[in-house]
Each structure stands twice: as C-alpha cells, then as structure tokens.
C-alpha cells in the first residue's frame, strides 16, 4: 500500500476498523494532489486517522472540504496505559502500568491551527478513549528519536503503540459539543443569562470540573474556544479580559 511505511500499529489498527465499518477503501490519493487519504467510504467521504498533532491535518481537511466531501477526524487519546520494554535481542524485559490518563484536554496544543475547521459542516473530530500498550527497545547508551523531538536522551527508542481496547468515543461537531469543554456554571445563571468571567474564573471552575491536571490547560482552551467563536472577549480590564459565551444571531 501507499504511505504505509512509516505507520504505527494503533494507527494500522483503527485504519482497519474503520474502513471496515464504512465499506471504504484504504491509503486513497486525493485527486491530483499529493496527500493520501487514510480512508474513502463507500460515499466517497473521508476518514482521517490522527494519533498526534491534528493541526498537521490542516491543509489536507481544508482541501477535503473544498472538494464537498465530508470528512471525519478520528483521534484516540490514551485514557490508560501500558508500557513495554524490549531488550535489543526482542526479549520482555518488564510491563508496567503508567500513572497518566490522557483525556481530550491533553490534545488541545495539537488544535490550535485546523481548530476553526472543526465547525464546518461537514467536519467531524471523533475522540476516542482508549487503552493502549506503548512499546519501547532498550538502547546501550541515551538515544535521540529519529524525529529529534527529544529534550533529554533516554536509554529507548520506541517501537510504537498497540490498540487494546476502546472505552468511549466523543463526537465534536457543532458548537454546542465543544461548549460542553466550558464548565457549567460559566455556561448560563440560574436567570438563563450568560455569565462574565475572567480566566482565573474559568481555570478554578476547570479545576472543580475536570481536576487539577486539566485545568493547565485552561488559557489554550479560552484562545481556542475564542478562534473558534464560541467565547467572546467582552471587555478588558487593565491585564484581564473578560469572557462570555457567545450568543447565536
């Protein structure tokens, strides 16, 4: 096949499933162009695997759209995770459960460019939550990754990710899904209006929803939201701006 080679067996993996579940055909050119498209169903509508960044998507789901086509984004986040270490002779040396849970707040970094695409009507991000196994080969000496991503050499290269299981898919289509990311006391007073907040608001109420480790991310989540017309900037106020959900004409 096509643009295989470089390919991690979670991606493989949920390539199969969905083409499966779709009667599409799998590694498709787009027209003329040069991108390859992971999946055409049998509508002629596309199917995206994306297990990292879905801003490097953009150019290819913006071309998609132009054509007519509908397009669904499918991005597995590791809600639980085992790791895997290999010896260079293949054998297992340990396997043990990593503390981190990933959830969809995790990816918020990788949005920030196609993130506008996500309202167009014919776009589609499906997060699902899943368990995975990360597998890793044990290295003499540290080692650089071979996309030179690392800060710090460590003593393993990795071999990749395996699909154990799925747990829950969330759908992100229109505005009102993404809405859901804002908690629910910011989204409307007991009167049905709107409230105002500032971002220090909106990080505690993070924190009270979706925990401490979420709430991180709260300042990307705001500019997001903002790009994407969700949230508008009402009124600033020295250093601070204040927030409201934005409201349909």
């Known amino acids: ?22 009667n599409g055909r799998m590694e498709v050119q787009l027209d003329d ?5 992971d999946i055409l169903d049998e509508d002629g509508n596309a199917i995206e695997i994306q297990t990292s960044n879905l801003s490097a998507l953009t150019e290819k789901v913006q071309y998609i759209l132009e054509t007519g086509r509908k ?11 085992w790791i895997e270490l290999y ?29 506008p695409l996500f309202l167009h009507k014919n776009c589609t991000l499906e997060v699902l939550y899943c368990q995975i196994t990360e597998m890793r080969r044990q290295t003499e000496n540290p080692a650089q990754t071979q996309n030179l991503a690392r800060r710090h050499l ?5 071999l990749g990710k395996r699909l154990e299981k799925i747990t ?9 899904d993404w809405s859901k990311l804002i908690p629910e006391t910011l989204r409307k007073n007991e009167d049905g209006s709107f409230p105002f ?49 934005k409201v349909e004409s």
């Not at 002779?89 to 990816?107: E, N, R």
């Not at 460590?154 to 990795?158: D, G, R, S």
Request: with cysteine; net charge positive; glycine share 4%.
């Open 87 to 115: 010896g260079r002779d293949g054998s297992l040396i340990y396997k043990k459960k990593s503390p981190k849970k990933a959830t969809i707040f995790d990816s918020l970094r990788g949005m920030t460019q196609i993130c």
């Open 197 to 245: 907040f500032r971002k220090v608001d909106f990080e505690r109420e993070i924190k009270k929803t979706w925990g401490s480790k979420n709430a991180r991310w709260s300042g990307l989540l705001i500019w997001i939201l903002v790009k994407m017309e969700i949230l508008e900037i009402t009124e600033t106020k020295g250093r601070s701006k204040i927030y409201e959900l």
């Open 168 to 176: 829950k898919k969330e759908i992100y289509s229109k505005k009102d």
């Open 1 to 22: 096949m096509i643009n295989t080679y470089n390919e991690s067996n979670l991606h493989a993996t949920l390539k199969k499933i969905y083409a499966l579940e779709s």
């Open 154 to 158: 460590k003593n393993w290269l990795p």
């Open 33 to 37: 162009t040069p991108w390859i498209c």
């Open 71 to 81: 397009v669904k984004i499918v991005h597995p986040v590791a809600e639980s995770k």
